[in-house]
């Protein structure tokens, strides 16, 4: 079983990381879109009111110094406040942003292990009593992250299903993978903290297993914690067949279309893409469109053209 | 609370969805808090024969039913068309991105629905939720375009029956947001829900020619024929010029020739043609600021060069490049270093931003908003102003297209700030405000009984919160300044305060920024701005 668990972790691991990929890289290839963008630009120098360059006159003329650092900042703790639902509707964000928190932390807390297990490999003996810091240090922030997550991941869970069924205009837009998956989040997130308090809570078994995944011997487990673990990995692999990877193209989406006010400049790259973008055929069947025509030649139709003429 | 409209009711009810019921709208201060008469009128039989109001009893585009099934089915086939192309590179790159991010990850948390002025006006009306048009959407998409089996489609609420009953009510609901975009400023997933109502627009539009008149045949056709979506032709245009000539020298005494096709000028100033046919005082006050400033600028008499309307930007990405491809021509033809444009909210996004995209080469002619040109004009002194003369109750209302969605929020403040002592923000503001109402066409849509829609509904918000910026005013013998620097949203608050009666009862005016610019010249000796009515 402990074998069967290892080859499952990395079986999870390789899909999650590869499908996040393969959909990452999808939306980045998409080709560059007329500007759509929506103040505040958060990196744009007055960016508290919500003004971009475009108020200064011949903004061309001038530089548009852009604070990447900032947006990245904002764009990132929005994971760890979700203002927006507070604002909106409290009762929602008391469960959801437990939930969403619970998420990042057992990410963070499966790093950790990864990073302690390679300790341990290397001779760190980590626990409440360890001779060194660092072992006394990462035993206590595993114990923070993943007692954290277990425990927002169960009460967030189970609030969600909560709040999803209790309130009307979310219970109107739900559909029932929404409660499979709030389901499925507790089984998991419930599971690990029985396992947690119940029956490994100094989370010797964790370390023990992340030092077995890298040291590839397979792990003595109580069955509590491998059933915990089973269900942990199958989590991994359906994580992306979900919304989830809003979680990395909400970063995108605010960078690529929100924020995204740079001009086009004559021989520019972006130019460029333009102009081949422009010269494929479009194929839109209203009267008002040529048929086989490019983007470019039904946008300068010169039919239109003839038909001004005759007007004057 | 009114009654749940769902996704099926769309395709299975074959009643009118929802009926507007007064006594749910939003309530207003007094002495609009009196329920007279139904906010709207009710369409004829006649009409309603003729034109499809299944969805809230108004009509934008009114289709005609189809005759036959044969028809039907046509209808339904040429919708899937045009949808499936939604999703490819060469017919849809300009939107494909956003349009994308929004149907895949919007995970209808419901988070946009209190920030859309009309949901909430409407006494939150399901069917105006933000979320409403992306989700009926997103169910033809996974039966009809993706083809996902029943099981997964049941799995995630998927289904739906495509009618010809459920298109038409589609279409009208696309044409039941304003495209202010407050939805998509709040989303913390980035998703934006008003492109989706104009990504349904398009199709309606690129595909299967259907859109409301006023914004396609009279508006973006007729502009790209004559010249102007108001029917004005160059010929016309040279009246009317003469016309605000004499108009300038009958009010200030001064004889100033507004310069038109002057080849080799600095910048081609480009304005909105509704200021030529209904708001000239518009463009006198801007030719007064510009000629005692020494700007150095014409305008156009050239098709497309005299209007800076581009209604494609709401509803088709073809005559949206037209447009734009056409002023660009025009200025290009002009020798002009630049092009500016006057005070019309639309034309700034679409002129200044997003054409920014369709443009290359030696199109690609530097353009700007005038407002910040104005502002240096204010503040540095090159004309002499009084504050006094302008001073009575002000409030400055944010054009969406200017303001949330391409960032001018300061220049007018600081000339308000200046020049209007009795100077006040609305609540919110700046990118925060609300619509005025009239947004994405709705301004210039007078057909049937849509106007008492975008009256009661859609404009609600901006009324009651204009009213709540002068609260401390509120009677008549106050006369009361509504600064709304675009052509647009002048339009709206005309029909608005009208429908109202704002003027009558709270003694509310509207006008343009140029407008209380030139009333405080201290050498201009009659008051420029006339407390009448129009």
């Given amino acids: 079983m402990g074998t069967l668990i290892i080859v499952l972790t990395y079986i999870a691991y390789v899909l999650i990381v590869t499908i996040y990929t393969i959909k990452v890289r999808k939306w980045l290839k998409m080709p560059p879109h007329i500007r759509w963008d929506l103040y505040p630009v958060i990196h744009e120098k007055h960016y508290r009111y919500g003004g971009s360059y475009y108020e200064e006159q011949e903004w061309w003329t001038k530089p548009r110094p852009k604070n990447r650092w900032r947006s990245l900042l904002y764009s990132l703790k929005d994971n760890f406040y979700m203002g927006e639902y507070y604002k909106k509707n409290p009762l929602y964000w008391l469960f959801l942003l437990p939930w969403h928190l619970s998420f990042i932390f057992i990410i963070a807390f499966h790093i950790l292990c990864f990073f302690a297990a390679v300790s341990m490999a290397c001779g760190l003996e980590i626990g409440a009593s360890s001779a060194s810091l660092s072992g006394q240090s990462f035993y206590y922030i595993l114990l923070v992250t993943g007692g954290f997550s277990f425990i927002a991941g169960t009460c967030g869970s189970l609030g969600m299903i909560f709040i999803r069924l209790y309130d009307r205009s979310l219970r109107t837009f739900s559909m029932p993978m929404n409660f499979f998956n709030y389901i499925f989040f507790l089984i998991v997130y419930g599971s690990g903290l029985i396992a947690w308090l119940a029956f490994d809570p100094t989370l010797d078994e964790y370390r023990t297993y992340w030092l077995g995944l890298i040291t590839l011997s397979a792990p003595a487990l109580h069955p509590m914690t491998l059933l915990h673990i089973v269900l942990f990995d199958l989590f991994l692999i359906y994580l992306p067949f979900t919304r989830s990877t809003h979680y990395i193209t909400r970063i995108l989406a605010y960078f690529f279309i929100r924020w995204d006010d740079e001009p086009n400049q004559r021989g520019s790259k972006m130019e460029g893409q333009i102009i081949e973008l422009l010269g494929q055929k479009v194929s839109w069947g209203a009267p008002h469109i040529a048929q086989g025509k490019s983007w470019a030649e039904v946008a300068t139709e010169p039919g239109f053209i003839a038909i001004k003429k005759d007007s004057k | ?534």
Wanted: with cysteine; hydrophobic share 40%.
């Fill in chain 2, 1 to 534: 609370m009114n009654r749940l409209i769902k996704i099926e009711d769309f395709s299975s009810c074959r009643e009118q969805l929802v009926e507007i019921d007064p006594a749910e709208l939003i309530p207003l201060p007094p002495p609009y808090d009196k329920i007279e008469k139904p906010p709207i009128r009710k369409l004829t039989d006649d009409q309603l024969k003729r034109m499809d109001a299944s969805l809230d009893g108004v009509v934008a585009i009114g289709l005609p039913p189809p005759s036959g099934p044969e028809e039907e089915k046509a209808f339904i086939d040429k919708f899937l068309a045009g949808l499936a192309k939604l999703f490819t590179v060469e017919n849809n790159w300009t939107f494909l991105q956003p349009l994308v991010h929004t149907l895949e990850y919007c995970v209808k948390c419901q988070i946009c629905s209190d920030s859309c002025p009309t949901y909430i006006a409407s006494g939150k009306q399901e069917i105006y939720r933000p979320t409403m048009r992306p989700e009926i959407l997103r169910r033809i998409i996974s039966k009809y375009i993706k083809k996902e089996n029943s099981l997964v489609r049941k799995f995630k609420s998927s289904d739906i029956d495509l009618t010809w009953q459920t298109l038409a009510r589609l279409a009208e609901l696309a044409y039941r947001c304003t495209l202010c975009r407050r939805c998509a400023q709040v989303c913390p997933i980035g998703c934006d829900n008003a492109l989706i109502s104009r990504e349904i627009r398009k199709i309606f539009s690129q595909e299967m020619g259907i859109a409301p008149k006023e914004i396609h045949e009279k508006g973006s056709v007729q502009q790209l024929r004559v010249g102007s979506s108001t029917g004005m032709t160059s010929a016309a245009l040279k009246n009317i010029l003469e016309f605000v000539e004499e108009e300038i020298e009958e009010k200030t005494g001064r004889k100033i020739k507004i310069p038109l096709d002057k080849k080799g000028a600095d910048m081609l100033i480009i304005h909105n043609a509704g200021e030529f046919m209904a708001w000239p005082e518009n463009l006198e006050a801007f030719a007064i600021i510009l000629d005692a400033a020494g700007v150095d600028y014409t305008l156009s008499s050239e098709i497309a060069g005299y209007d800076s309307v581009n209604y494609g930007v709401w509803y088709d990405d073809f005559q949206f490049a037209r447009v734009a491809i056409l002023q660009s021509q025009v200025a290009r033809a002009l020798g002009v270093r630049k092009i500016s444009l006057g005070e019309c909210g639309h034309a700034h996004k679409a002129g200044i931003v997003i054409a920014d995209r369709v443009l290359v080469g030696d199109l690609n002619i530097p353009r700007e908003s005038t407002l910040p040109l104005l502002e240096e004009i204010v503040m540095s002194g090159k004309i002499k102003l009084d504050p006094g003369r302008n001073n009575f109750p002000v409030t400055l209302h944010d054009p969406c297209n200017m303001v949330r969605l391409m960032g001018i929020v300061e220049p007018q403040r600081r000339i308000l700030r200046k020049i209007a002592p009795q100077f006040r923000e609305m609540t919110p503001h700046g990118v925060e405000n609300y619509c005025c109402g009239g947004g994405s066409g709705f301004a210039i849509t007078q057909s049937t009984n849509f106007p008492d829609w975008r009256n009661a509904v859609s404009g609600r918000m901006k009324f009651k919160q204009i009213l709540e910026a002068f609260q401390d005013v509120p009677g008549p013998e106050v006369k009361k300044y509504v600064c709304a620097p675009c052509s647009n949203c002048k339009g709206q608050f005309r029909d608005m305060f009208e429908y109202y009666g704002a003027w009558k009862k709270s003694g509310i005016m509207y006008g343009g920024l140029v407008e209380l610019i030139v009333n405080a010249m201290v050498d201009i000796e009659k008051p420029f701005h006339q407390w009448e009515w129009h």
